[in-house]
């Protein structure tokens, strides 16, 4: 009984120091997205490049960012916008060279920035060195990729691909290569050929890359398309692979060459997979030791399921991922969402996760509408308040924190591979060009994006007054109410270590941040379209008469600093406000 009660108490003392004790630089961490090509150009091709993304670093550090993440810029013949990587090693002509890369990062260090880079190991371009040597049938690299003679159709006679496997981005997954007489798989582009992570060799070539990287001071990866990393293995009785069922309902997709017309059981997701999250989360906990840097981060990216994801941080032996993106309010938040399915994502996390790992957000990203397009504009500030007051890390995609809004691209214009594969009066719906449009950064020529004549997307939107610039000058913005977000959530106590006490009610969530030392606050976010009336005291236990206003959404009418009343507390629709608890003198 003794002895319990004592390892009950060493238990709580742990958890205190650790509460208190200083945060690494990512735990707590702002992260930005930035989409290369869009951000700035430097060298007027019409295409933003790295030291346009070095140019405006101030910005970023500005903006109250601590981790920047790129989207991929290593050299690919561009079959899927830089998905497709040709050399790990080279950073792709367009955006710029390895110096330009070095001092990106030099830079970067300079202002206290740590620099993440994308990588994409779920295949290679099949321009790759690996894969040419591998047709070649050269030694070492024949088992790289994954190979099979297919099988003799018993009706037909004839040689067909090894397993009913479809592409994602439709047809077989398997390929004939003429040279070396055998199919290849790919799960997604016929110039997308997956590796075999079931050779060692390539384990270890992959564990090079990214030790070339941190050699050079990168400071993290995000992995991508994780659960795409292992297939089954040949079954030794039939000495081919398992086909996949078809699903049980195919009226919702019934074309049997789409993707979504198979159950991915041998294809996606497999046990393989965590094993190797964790041996790479062991390179970099490995380089941090020996060459005593930073901690060097790893994100992964995997539209998986929930349970997956939990296990993506470890599984209590081994450590995983430090920040498992977090897809959840992305993916099922929309116009019609209510109240309690935000507060519900938010507990869904914070509930579910293992002990001594942070929760992350993620609300906007290249592949999705940008927030004040999905949500509308009048909801801009709302998103940014909710996103940057919840325990954890937050990853802002570059432009939401100044409520850009999605561009306009005509078909003429596109670019998008999935606009493209549709028609003039369909692109609009599967296009993602309008939110990788360009930064507007002032109201010179292509909004200070680019001296070129034509920029690779246009500049979708009217710049002429609404600019980065611009909302720098003026004396309130969707940049400054961020800017006060990002601060806050810094330096006050009850968002760097505050719990997470919510109320709902109909188009309304309000939650109370508080932690031992500090003042305690009050977020609300009205997402509904009425007005709503709020007692904070019944709420929240009396948590104070004295409230005042520390930030709100643009429209809200109400200034920082202004006191409020707690008991009858106005929230108008589609605004979002941080309050803060006065002290009591
Ligand atoms: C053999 O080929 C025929 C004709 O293409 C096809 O209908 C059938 O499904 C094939 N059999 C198998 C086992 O794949
Ligand atoms: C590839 O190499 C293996 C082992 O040396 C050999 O058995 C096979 O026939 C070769 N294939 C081709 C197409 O040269
Ligand atoms: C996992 O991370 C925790 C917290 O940083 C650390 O104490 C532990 O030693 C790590 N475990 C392994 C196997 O590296
Ligand atoms: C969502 O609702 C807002 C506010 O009513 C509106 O401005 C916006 O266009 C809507 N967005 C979508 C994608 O329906
Ligand atoms: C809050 O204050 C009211 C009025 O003073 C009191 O009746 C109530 O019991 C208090 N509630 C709590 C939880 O302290
Ligand atoms: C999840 C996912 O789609 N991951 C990437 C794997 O590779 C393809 C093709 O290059 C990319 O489009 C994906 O983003």
Known sequence: MMGKTIGLLLIAFALCQLS?????????GNFYQIYPRSFKDSNGDGIGDLIGILEKLDYVKDIGMNGVWLSPIFQSPMADFGYDISDYTKVQPEYGTSEDLLALIDKAHSLGLHLILDFVPNHTSDEHEWFQRSIAN??????????????????????QPPSNWISQFRYSAWEWNEQRQQYYLHQFGVKQPDLNYRNPNVVEEMNNVLRYWLARGIDGFRIDAVPFLFEADIDPATGTYPDEPVIADTSSCPDPDDWCHLNHIYTNSLPEIFNIVYQWRKVVDEWKREHNTDTKVLLTEAYTSFENLMRMYGDGVHNGSHIPFNFEMMAELNNKSTASDYDYYV????DNMPAGVYANWVLGNHDNPRLASRFGAQRADLMNIFLQTLPGIAVTYNGEEYGLEDGYVSWEESVDPQACNADPSTYLKYSRDPERTPFLWDNTKNAGFSTADRTWLPVGQSYETNNIEAQYAADNSHLKIFKTLTKLRKSEPAFTDGDYK??????????????????PHIVIVNIGDSKVTLNFNELFDNISANLEVVTSSLQSGLANGQSVDASAFEAQPYNGYVLRVKSEE
């Open 20 to 28: 208190r004790g200083e945060r690494d630089w990512w735990e707590n």
């Open 138 to 159: 050269d030694s070492y690299y024949r088992d790289f990729y994954i190979w099979h003679d297919g099988v003799i159709n018993a009706t037909t006679g004839k040689r």
């Open 347 to 350: 507990r869904h996390w914070l």
């Open 502 to 519: 919510s109320a709902v009610g109909d188009g309304w969530l309000a939650y109370a941040r508080k932690a031992s030392s500090g003042s």
